[in-house]
């Protein structure tokens, strides 16, 4: 761990190991960089490293605002995930009681260079895996197309394996 000589604030620190109450054979590696404060509440940092689904990651997070209790209610982010490059602005962040996430707004692009805004509240969870929300927004938003192509979906039956990935959903909509 290393600290700012200005505040001694923590500047960054290197992590591994497992989630707390996971399989202990599943872990991720990270290294945290260049942290910035407003006070005591983060504003930026550059995070990379290996999660536990094996994937190399990468991204700069920046703009952090959180609210008194500490969640973050927004933040800008470019990063890559096995190499793709994305850039996104997440906003409206709210929580359910067990502070996990409930309801937020994204805009951005993904790893093809496709733009898209969209809105997704989270129904249920078990822990701390989502196991149905619902989502509407648009893709493949272009000068020529401001709108983009409007969809809504809803996800249901969310199954992970042991190293918390996805495995199995149902999922219905219009696109």
Known sequence: MTYRNSDSQVFGYDEKGYRAGEDPSVTYSMSRRNMDYDGHDMTAFYEEG???????YAYYRSEIVTDADSNTLSYKETGALDGERYEYTRSAMTYDSNKRLSYFRDAGFDSRGVQYAFERTFLDYSGNNA???????????????ALGKAYSLKRTSMTYDSKNRLTYFEEEGTD
Not at 50 to 56: D, G, L, R, V, Y
Not at 131 to 145: F, K, P, Q
């Open 50 to 56: 290996t999660n536990e689904q094996e994937k190399t």
């Open 131 to 145: 196991l149905s929300y619902t989502e509407a927004g648009a893709r493949n938003i272009t000068e020529l197309h």
